[in-house]
């Protein structure tokens, strides 16, 4: 195997990863609120202050989704722009 196919490898796995993450995430968002709501409806209903939870756990489970899904990979020339700019700023 080549070092470029090797390294394609290497992404896809890391990617397949995060992608099963993620469903893991988001199947423990949905089980552990429904659970959250089930306790404030058993307990009198009132305020509903499930959303507190469902509402900040829905903001990570957003920005995990577009780290998954949204966010490129680093590039060879990502690092030789950073590795550029650092010999600039130290020379």
């Given at each position: 195997?080549?070092?470029d196919q090797t390294n394609a490898r290497d992404l896809a796995i890391t990617h397949l990863k995060a992608r099963?993450?993620?469903g893991?995430?988001?199947v423990t968002y949905v089980v552990f609120n429904s659970a959250m709501v089930l306790i404030w409806y058993?307990?009198?209903h009132g305020y509903f202050w499930p959303i507190w939870?469902?509402?900040l756990w829905g903001i990570g489970l957003v920005l995990h989704a577009w780290d998954v899904w949204m966010r490129r990979?680093?590039?060879e020339d990502d690092?030789?722009?950073e590795m550029d700019r650092?010999?600039?700023?130290?020379a």
């Open positions: 195997m080549s070092i099963r993450d993620f893991m995430h988001a058993l307990t009198g939870l469902i509402g990979p680093i590039s690092i030789q722009r650092h010999s600039r700023s130290h």
